[in-house]
């Protein structure tokens, strides 16, 4: 079983950056790939960013390209969300998910999820 902690959520300025992190218990965290979804209130979760175990490959989704930066610190069983120039539109609770499909987008991709973290960006 793996657990999943968020942290780093909060209020920030547009414009403003923020680094979430996911800490994952246990030791199988670098056979995971990793994801950060995100929901926005009345919205469906939505696949963020994704990478795989080794780092090799990223994913973003086209409104966080350049903006968001994914990574992962497999010694450390922590993966990070660095996200840069936030808009308010980014406003949503952030969760970290580990999984073993490449780019899955629905929740069924992903056995193991953090409780979230708010992220708020104001105008």
């Known amino acids: 079983q793996v657990q999943l902690v968020e942290s780093g959520g909060g209020l920030v300025q547009a414009g403003g950056s923020l680094r979430l992190a996911c800490a994952a218990s246990g030791r199988t965290f670098s056979t995971y790939i990793m994801a950060w979804f995100r929901q926005a209130p009345g919205k469906e979760r939505e696949l963020v960013s994704a990478?795989?175990?080794?780092?090799?490959?990223?994913y973003y989704v086209d409104s966080v390209k350049g903006r968001f930066t994914i990574s992962r610190d497999n010694a450390k069983n922590t993966g990070y969300l660095q996200m840069n120039n936030l808009k308010p539109e980014d406003t949503a609770v952030y969760y970290c998910?580990?999984?073993?499909?490449?780019?899955?987008?629905?929740?069924?991709?992903?056995?193991?999820w953090g409780q979230g973290t708010q992220v708020t960006v104001s105008s």
């Open positions: 990478i795989l175990y080794s780092a090799s490959a990223t």
């Open positions: 998910a580990l999984g073993r499909t490449w780019v899955g987008r629905t929740q069924r991709d992903y056995p193991y």
